[in-house]
C-alpha cells in the first residue's frame, strides 16, 4: 500500500481525549473506540478538508481469483472476532477485517491516515485492538498462527487450489499468518508430509481438502518419533475443498471457505478425541467415523457421483434401500452409557457448563510432555487389539440383520447429517448407533429424514449408545469398511477411544457447531 502523506498537525483539531486508552481521537475525522466486544468508529465524513481521513477498501475476490479493491462505506462496529490484523505504517493505520454476509465472508481493510502528533497513541491502540480481537470475554485465539496448508488438487471437485487463493489465504495473509503451502501429489501423501514435518515450526495444519486429508495427517503425526507430543502441538483444521466436509461442519460450523479460514484464524484450539482402529496388525487413527453397512457404501461405494458434492450420499442411501440393506455381523461393545436420557443429560450439563464460561476451556493439549517421557509415544491400547482375546467386559453377539453400524467421533457426517448430536469433543466417549437392516423402506426414509434435523437418537429402530470400543467382524466376504470416509480391507477390525489425543481449531472450544439433542423426557 501506498504511504499517504501524513495530515499536517495545523490541519487537524486538537484532540479530545488523548489520555483515554480505549479511545483513538481522529480530530474532526473522528475517533476509534474499543468497546466491550466491538470496535467502534464514530466518525465525521472524513473527507472534509482540515481532517484526517478513514477510507475502507473492499477485498472482492472477483471472478478469476484477482481480486478487485473497491471502496465501501464504513461500518459504525466491527465486532473483535471479526478483525484480522491491525497495523501502522509510513502514518497509515490499516485494519483487516472480514464482513460476515449471507453465509460468506468478504475482506475488508480500513485505511486511516494518521496525524505525526497521533503516531504514538496510535501504536498502544494497535496494540490494545490485537489483544482484543484474538482475545474476547468469549473466545481467546493465537494471533498470527503459523500453518502448514496442504491442498489436495483432486479435493471435491478438483478446484481446491483455485477455492484456496481466492477465499483462504487472502485472510490468512490479512491476519499476518505465516504459511507455507504444500499441495499433495498422491495417495497417502498427507501422511507422509505430516510424519516429516518439524513441528516446532507451525501451529496448525491446515487441510484445503475433504476429511481424506485430516485424516491422512493424524496418522502421520501419529508416525511421528514422538507421536502424542505432534498430536498435541499441531492442530488439524480443514478448510471445505472436498466433496465431503464433516470436519469443517464441525468445528467450523459452515462449508464455506471464507468463513472457516476466518474460524482457522480466530479458532480455539482444543483438544479432541481419537479413535485407535486395529485390523490385522495395523493400528490407524480415526477421527471421525468408523462405519459397517449402508452408511458404508453409500459413502464408498458412490465415488463416481463425486461430481455431485455431499448429494452423492443421499443418492447412495435411496439406492442401497431399493436393493440390499442386510451386512451379518458378529459385533462385542463396551458400553459405557445405553440410556437415552443419560446420554442427553451428559451433553446438556457440558453444553451448559461451556456456553456459562466459552473463554474458559482447559487447553490440556498444550501442556506438553518432555521429550524423552515414554508418554510420548501413542496410548497403550487399553482393551488390546482385534488379535487379542476379547477383553473380560465385552460379549460378543451375532448380529445377523444388521443394516447400518455407525459410531463416530463427530456429530456431523455432512452438512445434512447430525447423526451424533450428543458428540463432544473430548468426552472420552464414541457415539454408536445400530439400525436393523430389516426394517420397512418408509421406516428407514424416516431415519434418512431424522438425521438432518439431529433426531435419530430419539427413533425407536435406532440404538443409540456411548461406548469406549468395540469389536466387529463381517460374516460376508466382501463389501465396504469406511473408516473417516476412507475405505479399508473388508475384515473383522477392532476401535477403542483415546481421550483427548488429538487438537483441532474450532469456532467454540469444548463442543461442536450442530444442534445438540432435544431435551430430556
Ligand atoms: N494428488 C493426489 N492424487 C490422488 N489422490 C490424492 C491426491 N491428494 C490426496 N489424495 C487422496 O484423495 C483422497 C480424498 O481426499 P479428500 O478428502 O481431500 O477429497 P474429497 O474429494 O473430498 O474426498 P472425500 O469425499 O472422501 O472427503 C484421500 O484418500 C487422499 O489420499
Redesign the pocket.
Same mark, same amino acid.
Given at each position: 500500500m501506498e504511504a499517504s502523506p501524513p495530515p499536517s498537525d495545523e490541519e487537524i483539531s486538537p484532540p479530545k481525549n488523548i489520555n483515554n486508552p480505549l479511545e483513538l481521537n481522529l480530530g474532526a475525522a473522528g475517533a476509534l473506540l474499543l468497546g466491550e466486544n466491538e470496535l467502534r468508529l464514530s466518525q465525521d465524513s472524513g473527507t472534509a478538508p482540515g481532517t484526517a481521513r478513514i477510507v475502507e477498501e473492499t477485498q472482492d475476490p472477483g471472478c478469476c481469483g484477482l481480486g478487485r479493491k473497491g471502496h465501501g462505506q464504513l461500518p459504525n462496529t466491527i465486532l473483535y472476532y471479526d478483525i484480522l490484523w491491525a497495523e501502522l505504517r509510513d502514518f497509515v493505520l490499516t485494519i483487516s477485517y472480514a464482513q460476515r454476509i449471507r453465509k460468506t465472508a468478504t475482506l475488508h481493510t480500513l485505511v486511516i491516515s494518521i496525524p505525526a502528533a497521533s503516531v504514538s497513541e496510535a501504536s498502544e491502540f494497535i496494540e490494545r485492538l490485537i489483544d482484543r480481537a484474538y482475545n474476547s470475554s468469549s473466545f481467546k485465539s493465537q494471533p498470527r498462527k503459523r500453518i502448514k496448508v496442504l491442498i %489436495?488438487?483432486? +479435493? +471435491?471437485r478438483g478446484r481446491?487450489a483455485k477455492i484456496y487463493s481466492k477465499h483462504i489465504e487472502p485472510f490468512f495473509k490479512a491476519a499476518a499468518c505465516q504459511i507455507e503451502v504444500e499441495? &499433495? &501429489?498422491? #495417495?497417502? #501423501?498427507?501422511e507422509e508430509i505430516a510424519q516429516r514435518l518439524n513441528i516446532e515450526d507451525f501451529d496448525v495444519v491446515a =487441510?484445503c /481438502?475433504?476429511?481424506?486429508?485430516p485424516h491422512?495427517v493424524f496418522n502421520g503425526l501419529a508416525k511421528q518419533k514422538y507421536p502424542r507430543r505432534a498430536l498435541r502441538k499441531l492442530a488439524v483444521c480443514q478448510l471445505p =475443498? +472436498? /466433496?465431503? %466436509?464433516g470436519m469443517s461442519w464441525n468445528l467450523n460450523g459452515t462449508d464455506d471457505p471464507a468463513l472457516a479460514a476466518l474460524t482457522v484464524v480466530k479458532g480455539v484450539r482444543m483438544p479432541m478425541d481419537l479413535v485407535s482402529v486395529t485390523q490385522g496388525n495395523t493400528r490407524t487413527l480415526s477421527f471421525l467415523s468408523q462405519a459397517v453397512g449402508i452408511i458404508a457404501e453409500c459413502d464408498l461405494g458412490t465415488e463416481d457421483l463425486?461430481w455431485m458434492g455431499d448429494t452423492r450420499f443421499t443418492i447412495g442411501y435411496v439406492k442401497r434401500l431399493m436393493t440390499k440393506t442386510i451386512w451379518p455381523v458378529d459385533v462385542a461393545i463396551g458400553t459405557a452409557i445405553s440410556e437415552t436420557n443419560e446420554i442427553k443429560r451428559a451433553y446438556h450439563h457440558v453444553h451448559s457448563e461451556i456456553s456459562k464460561r466459552p473463554d474458559t476451556i482447559p487447553d490440556v493439549s498444550l501442556t506438553l510432555l518432555s521429550e524423552d517421557d515414554s508418554a510420548n509415544d501413542l496410548p497403550t491400547l487399553r482393551f488390546g487389539s482385534i488379535n487379542d482375546a476379547l477383553p473380560d467386559t465385552w460379549l460378543m453377539k451375532p448380529y445377523p440383520n444388521l443394516g447400518n453400524f455407525y459410531a463416530g467421533n463427530m456429530a456431523y457426517m455432512t452438512a445434512n447429517s447430525n447423526v451424533f448430536p450428543t458428540s463432544l469433543p473430548a468426552d472420552g466417549l464414541m457415539d454408536l448407533i445400530c439400525v436393523n437392516g430389516d426394517i420397512s423402506r418408509r421406516r428407514a426414509m424416516q431415519l434418512a429424514d431424522a438425521t438432518g434435523s439431529g433426531a435419530l437418537i430419539d427413533s425407536a429402530d435406532v440404538k443409540y449408545q456411548k461406548i469406549v470400543g468395540y469389536r466387529i467382524v463381517p460374516r460376508q466376504k466382501d463389501g465396504y469398511i469406511s473408516i473417516d470416509?476412507?475405505r479399508i480391507p473388508f475384515g473383522g477390525f477392532q476401535a477403542e477411544v483415546h481421550h483427548g489425543l488429538g487438537t483441532v481449531l474450532g469456532k467454540v472450544g469444548g463442543i461442536y457447531m450442530a444442534k445438540g439433542p432435544s431435551s430430556v423426557e
Open positions: %489436495n488438487p483432486h +479435493g +471435491g481446491a499441495h &499433495t &501429489t498422491h #495417495h497417502k #501423501h498427507g =487441510c /481438502s475433504g476429511d481424506g486429508l491422512e =475443498c +472436498g /466433496s465431503g %466436509n463425486r470416509g476412507e
